[in-house]
């Protein structure tokens, strides 16, 4: 490694002494590259360095040229990384807040929308679950309906049982109406050819023997009252 080093700083040194009619920026920037390259720097200073030799070899060439404008430019950077470095945290913090509060809205929405989307699954569920036993409830309306139909029928079927039955018992009181009305005619035809048939004479013997009968009927029931 060492070697090695030495072996770059002396082709370093032959360049410069090669090249002694060139400019003295130009002999500097060379001698920077020397050393920067015998310094074998850290990884993480390594952009620095590199950007330091860029900006040192675009002064020495006149590719940049400071003036006025760089100026400006100087102070507009040193203006925006004073701003960044005083009000960067709390603007971040603002942001932070702001885009915390648009997540928050942002997660109530998708919470809403979740909770929603939830329910209609459960009430399309429900709705399968209900139309899994729509048969069931069909069979059941069928079934009412049979019996309906069967109380119906019934009914029908009593209300002729009782009109039929009135009307049988119309006939029976007719009949017997009927038959009422002749006994009472023949008892009365009868009477009263047994009473136009009885003679005066025949009705005063038939109330003398009457009267013996009453009286013979009275002595007995005095007799029985004395024992």
């Not at 490694?1 to 130009?26: D, I, K, P, V």
């Amino acid at each position: 490694m060492a070697s090695s080093q030495r072996s770059s700083f002396n082709s370093c040194t032959r360049r410069l002494e090669s090249q002694q009619n060139q400019t003295h920026t130009s002999a500097v920037t060379s001698t920077l590259v020397c050393q920067l390259s015998r310094a074998r720097a850290p990884t993480n200073s390594r952009p620095y360095m590199l950007g330091a030799g860029l900006l040192t070899y675009f002064l020495s060439k006149e590719i940049y040229i400071i003036n006025h404008e760089t100026i400006s430019a100087a102070c507009m950077a040193t203006v925006i990384i004073y701003s960044v470095k005083r009000f960067g945290p709390d603007v971040a913090a603002f942001a932070d807040k702001l885009n915390e509060e648009k997540l928050q809205k942002a997660e109530e929405v998708k919470a809403l929308a979740v909770a929603s989307l939830a329910q209609a699954i459960e009430d399309e569920k429900k709705e399968q679950w209900r139309v899994e036993g729509r048969h069931l409830l069909f069979d059941a309306k069928r079934n009412n309906v049979a019996m309906l139909l069967e109380t119906n029928w019934r009914e029908r079927v009593h209300t002729v049982h009782n009109e039929v039955k009135k009307r049988l018992d119309y006939q029976i009181a007719l009949q017997s109406l009927h038959r009422r009305m002749e006994q009472e005619h023949m008892v009365s035809w009868v009477e009263k050819n047994v009473v136009s048939s009885i003679t005066p004479q025949q009705e005063k013997t038939s109330i003398a023997k009457c009267i013996t009968d009453l009286k013979s009927l009275a002595k007995i029931q005095q007799a029985k009252a004395t024992v």
